[in-house]
């Protein structure tokens, strides 16, 4: 079994399923739906999602879809600041486009990006923001655990919790 978080934009959440195989990688995978809207003028939306430990600590962005190819007096990182709890959790001070997070906006459909191999056990947030031109914002939150642990005391072993 291969769990996965599934957030969809305008929607539902749900969270990871906590039982993973116990030759699970700890990395995993956050799957995203960006729905199709019936609007008269659809722009695909800016998303950001990043990770940020419960207890406090610095948020780590996964990824960043915005418009690469916009070019002269509107270039597309203009409008970065409208994610705006993201700018503001530390979007700003990176320098785009960024290796391995960056890419171009998305239609609706689903979207599934991998979790930081190198995460450290412990309880995060992940969150998903999305702005669209002449739409809506929507920020979601869903909490996860990677590396818990705990034993049984008599008809089970070892359970552990990750990401994957």
Known sequence: MRPTAFLLLGGAITAPALV?????????????????????????????????PVGGGAPRTLAVWYDLKKRGNDPGTKWLADLRAWWRKGGRSLDMPADGISGATRGPGQYTIPLPAN?????????????????GRELVSVPLTAGARTTGKTELGAIAVSAR
Do not use: D, F, M, Q
């Open 20 to 52: 993973p195989p116990a030759s699970a990688a700890p990395a995993g995978t956050v799957t995203i739906t960006v729905p199709r809207l019936n609007v008269a003028e659809y722009h695909k939306p800016y998303v950001a999602i990043w990770l940020e």
């Open 119 to 135: 995460l450290k056990p412990g309880n995060y947030i992940l969150t998903v923001e999305a702005a669209r031109e002449t739409g």
